[in-house]
Nanobody
């Protein structure tokens, strides 16, 4: 079992950058595939990115390709989402997720993930 805590959200102007962190307060994060999702009020939780373990492959939603990067630091038991060239449409609550057994075809559906953090708000506005 793993408990996840996100941080790093905030208010940023369009074109700016933020780095979100997802730290495992219990458990060993390197054993899990990590995902990032986002949600706005009234809409379903949306896939953003995933980093598979142990395959180490990265997967991105089309709207964020080339702008967002998912990484992990096993020594710090932390995963990151680096977000560049932010747009107002990126405004949402961002959640990290972890799963030890999720398969490639299931990554993009939030219902398939076992563990979730509490979320962090990202607002992109001038």
């Amino acid at each position: 079992q793993v408990q996840l805590v996100e941080s790093g959200g905030g208010l940023v102007q369009p074109g700016g950058s933020l780095r979100l962190s997802c730290t495992a307060s219990t458990g060993t994060l390197s054993r899990y595939t990590i995902g990032w999702f986002r949600q706005v009020p009234g809409k379903e939780r949306e896939f953003v990115a995933a980093l598979r373990s142990p395959a180490r492959t990265q997967h991105y939603a089309d709207p964020v390709k080339g702008r967002f990067t998912i990484t992990r630091d096993n020594a710090k038991n932390t995963a990151y989402l680096q977000m560049n060239s932010l747009k107002p449409d990126d405004t949402a609550v961002y959640y990290c997720a972890a799963d030890a057994r999720i398969i490639l075809s299931s990554l993009r559906n939030h219902a398939n993930w076992d563990y979730w953090g509490q979320g962090t708000q990202v607002t992109v506005s001038s």
